[in-house]
């Protein structure tokens, strides 16, 4: 049974920085391709980084270039976001999302491209 936790959210001022976390189980995490989703009050969940294995391609959102950094840690089976020099427009609440390689068919930012999610963590940039 795949499971993933995020933790990390927080309010934070305009400038400043929040590392999210994204704790995973029940798989093997170096064979899947992991995102990060966004999703604030009226919007739709949009793509806003991704890791994708083995080669650990990793792609942005043009709105979090230069400021936010996906990365891994396979020892802990964790996926992190950085988060530098948040915005108000970051506000969101943060999903997690997993999808084993041999399902990942390249389209990094499309949500159903994504078999597991996480419950999401809240982000608030004042």
């Known amino acids: ?19 999210l976390s994204c704790a995973a189980s029940g798989y093997t995490y170096d064979r899947y391709c992991m995102a ?14 991704a890791l994708y294995s083995p080669m650990s391609d990793t792609y942005y959102a043009d709105s979090v270039k230069g400021r936010f950094t996906i ?29 084993p390689r041999g399902f990942y ?4 930012g ?4 994504y078999a597991y999610w996480g419950q999401g963590t809240q982000v608030t940039v004042s």
């Open 1 to 19: 049974h795949v499971q993933l936790v995020e933790s990390g959210g927080g309010s934070v001022q305009a400038g400043g920085s929040l590392r």
């Open 36 to 49: 990060w989703f966004r999703q604030a009050p009226g919007n739709d969940r949009e793509g806003v980084a």
């Open 71 to 99: 990365s891994r840690d396979i020892a802990n089976n964790t996926l992190y976001l950085q988060m530098n020099k948040l915005k108000p427009e970051d506000t969101a609440t943060y999903y997690c999302a997993a999808v």
């Open 105 to 108: 068919s390249g389209r990094w």
């Open 110 to 113: 499309v949500l159903k491209e």
